[in-house]
């Protein structure tokens, strides 16, 4: 809209020059004075009309660049967490140690913590942390560059220099609707779910007509959420306000499309982007399971199934995880076949490995109790167990997107939702795990349903998550960049732990994708896993079906040689109750990362 209208301001603006030089050409035809006379007076016009003129296009440019394009966007950006130091204490004044070139805004909250009870190790009894302890809720009055003056709005202890503070953390919110829409309790739901940092308070105890700040002072109400007919509006302390997002339902409309929307057939769809003036267009097909290639079979369905250079000899193994065991052959021809047998308790759910080294993680569930976790090692043909009963989750990862997987992680187990907050970066050896230190990690992060990958093409590497509920999420540098309205998971733990990711150029815009294997939400008809692409178009990113479902679980995807393989684990229909395995090579395309998660 807004371009049409500038290039009709612009093309009146050529018009008007143009009419008035053939005018004054026809003056010199007349008589002086009449034509000095007319000729003042178009030559004021014309000074008057290209001034309206001006004035008219410097407001209607304001006002594109100032109008929204991706409200829902931006109010991720606005309220996402963001961890910092403070640096200096005065009076009723802190300094925090990050600002503007960080995301911090004038208006922001912080909470400041301090320490609270300590969290002692069960086997030695040393102290390995503290619960944290919300101090003082501050704003930030005056951001610079690198650091931001605030002004503390409540305090319940001392502040200090060193105290962590985190944006938009442990503050109570609230979601009003004070709209016609009919769609606001989803709306509220996505909020909630978007910023799970915050404390909802339940909408029967928040009035729709509460929007002073006695009554938000009453209720304890820190950040207060109204959706108005003009679009979502954001209430800090004192009914400040701090953000709206007047169109935010544009960009809300095409996250809530049902599930048959999200996981349309993309046969043609396209991929415009830009190189200097000129324009390109690049297909993105998806990718046809009844044309692929058959490239091998397994006599059981498997639980998962990788293809690597497991022990450094330039020749791919085949790592395969049935619920007997897990099993290495040689990619692509006979050879010896090496096992190692599991024997309960527990159940295996997945495994990880590391091209040439030879490492392999196993985790194996206890249901309802922890991990009973191993560290393997392979070589010259034969498994070795160095380590179990490890009561972690382990997976190897590639944490700065260069492809290589160099970082084992770690993962506490949670009875309730299978992940737990604490996650370790670990080294693996001979003699056993080896804990290097803890990491901070996003919301809802497990190490087996995560990604590093730069899909945006800035040069930070986004963390892309699966999370307990389904749906997918993208953090870069702890903030929450996108997610997902539509589960493509099941909810844990009801089944599907592994969900492993592939990072390449599936579209060749020089810009790498995740493709992962997904289910359809609740209003589909459709079973069976998907075949899912994460990647970003026109400045967002997007969420694609690539295949068909195709009637069974997904057990593996991987790379090799450019060619993108597929591993199909269908259900038992034979009487020996074992069920198999496909591999299938859907195509050859240009790849930008290795194998990821």
Known sequence: MYPSILCFFNYSRFALKQNLEFCKRLLIFRDSDVSNYISETLHFAMIVGLLICCVLLQAVSGYARSYPTSS????????????????????YSLILDKGKVHGVNSGDLFEVYGKGIPVLDPDDGEIIGYIKKPLATIRVTQPENSKSICEVVTAQGPLSVGQPAMRYSDMAAAFVDRSDLGSAHEFRQDLEHAFPDLIWLDPSDVPSDVLDPQSMKTLGIVLLFALERDGLKVYGPDLVLLHKYPVFRAKGAERQKCSADIFEDVDDVEHWYYTGNRKFKTPLKSFDLDNAHLVGRLPESAIQVDILDLNGD?????????????????????????????????????????????????????????????????????????????????????????????????????????FGPKVYLMEPGYEGLKYRHRIVSPKSFSVIRSSWSDLNGNGLPEVCIIDYGGKVFVYEMEQLLWSSSNRISPQLPEGGFPKWFVSADVDGNGLPELLFPGVPGEESTLAGDWLMLLGWEDGKYILK??????????????????????????????????????????????VKNHPAE
């Open 545 to 590: 079906s690539m295949m068909q479902p195709v009637e069974a679980s997904i057990c593996g995807l991987v790379v090799v040689q450019d060619q993108l393989i597929t591993g199909i684990a269908r259900p038992t229909q034979k009487l020996d109750g074992k069920g198999e395995s496909f591999l299938y090579s859907l195509g050859q395309f240009g």
């Open 314 to 418: 330039n020749d791919p193994e085949i790592v395969y995880l049935l619920p007997s065991g897990l099993y290495v052959g040689h990619y692509g021809s006979q050879g010896e076949l090496a096992s190692y047998r599991f024997c309960g308790p527990g159940r295996l759910v997945g495994f990880s490995a590391v091209n040439t080294h030879g490492w392999i993680v196993l985790n194996v569930l206890l249901d309802g109790a922890g991990m009973r976790s191993m560290l393997l090692s392979y070589q010259d043909c034969t498994f070795s167990l160095i380590e179990d009963e490890i009561n972690l989750w382990l997976a190897f990862a590639d944490r700065d997107g260069d492809g290589l997987k160099e970082s084992l992680l770690g993962q506490s187990f949670d009875v309730d939702v299978m």
């Open 72 to 91: 829902y966007d931006q109010l991720l950006k606005d309220f996402a967490p963001l961890s910092t130091i403070v640096a200096g204490v005065s009076g």
